[in-house]
C-alpha cells in the first residue's frame, strides 16, 4: 500500500514561487496515475494538477501557465511547481495517487 507525505508549503508573497513534494513510501508509485488538488475555506476541493503514468499533465485553468505538476518514479515522488502565485490559490494542497490514495495536505499561503 502506498502511503503520501507532502512538503513544500509555507507563507509567500504574491509574485512569489513555492515547490510542493508528495513523497511515497511502499510499492507500486509508478502505476499511477498521480493528482494535486486544493481547498480553500468554504470552497470544495478542486483538481488543480494531474500526470499519467506516461507523463502526460493536465491543469485547472486558473493555474495554467503557472503551475507545473511532474513526477520522478525513481524517487517516489511528484511535484508541482508553483509560479506567479495569487492571493487565490492560497489552500491546503493534498496529492493522490490514482484518486483513492491520499496525502495529509500542506498549507499554502499567498499573502502580503
Known amino acids: 500500500q502506498v502511503q503520501l507525505v507532502e512538503s513544500g508549503g509555507g507563507l509567500v508573497q504574491p509574485g512569489g514561487s513555492l515547490r510542493l513534494s508528495c513523497k511515497a513510501s511502499?510499492?507500486?508509485?509508478?502505476?499511477?496515475?498521480l493528482y494535486w488538488y486544493r481547498q480553500a475555506p468554504g470552497k470544495q476541493r478542486e483538481l488543480v494538477a494531474s500526470?499519467?503514468?506516461?507523463?502526460?499533465?493536465d491543469y485547472l485553468d486558473a493555474v495554467k501557465g503557472r503551475f507545473t505538476i511532474s513526477r520522478d518514479n525513481a524517487k517516489n515522488t511528484v511535484y508541482l511547481q508553483m509560479n506567479s502565485l495569487k492571493p487565490e490559490d492560497t489552500a491546503v494542497y493534498s496529492c493522490?495517487?490514482?484518486?483513492?490514495?491520499w496525502g495529509q495536505g500542506t498549507q499554502v499561503t499567498v499573502s502580503s
Open positions: 511502499g510499492r507500486d508509485f509508478s502505476i499511477y496515475a
Open positions: 500526470i499519467t503514468r506516461r507523463g502526460s499533465t
Open positions: 493522490s495517487a490514482g484518486g483513492v490514495i
